[in-house]
């Protein structure tokens, strides 16, 4: 209970959100990993989650209602040296976005 809401549907309307609780992570010596939670729709269905690698798209995973603690994850080759930015954007059936900070990987 966090203000005396217990679930989602008592949450106020608000619009698409990006995807939350982002981390990265090694997945062995030669592949990253990346792991978020849900984001939340607005008025129209989540469809996918695009993940970004210095503004070129990295990959997809398809949205699906996340029912466990588990979270989406996505893992990728690790790029060239020096410094990546990892993001994930959240896409919505009608096209709109939502996108995370970047999280810097070195």
């Known amino acids: 209970v966090k203000e005396g809401k217990t679930n989602y549907f008592q949450i106020e309307k608000g619009g698409l959100t ?13 592949h990253i990993r990346i792991t978020w939670d849900t984001a939340f729709a607005g008025s129209s269905p989540i469809e996918t989650y695009e ?4 503004d070129t798209k990295a990959g997809e ?6 029912t466990t603690q588990q979270p989406f994850a996505f893992e990728a080759p690790v790029a060239d040296t020096g410094k990546n930015e990892y993001k994930v954007v959240t896409v919505d059936r009608k096209g709109n976005r ?9």
Request: charged share 25%.
């Open 61 to 66: 995973v398809k949205h699906i209602p996340q």
């Open 18 to 30: 990006a995807a939350r609780n982002v981390k990265t992570g090694k997945a062995g010596s030669q």
């Open 98 to 106: 939502a996108e995370t900070e970047g999280i810097k990987v070195i």
């Open 51 to 54: 993940i970004w690698r210095n």
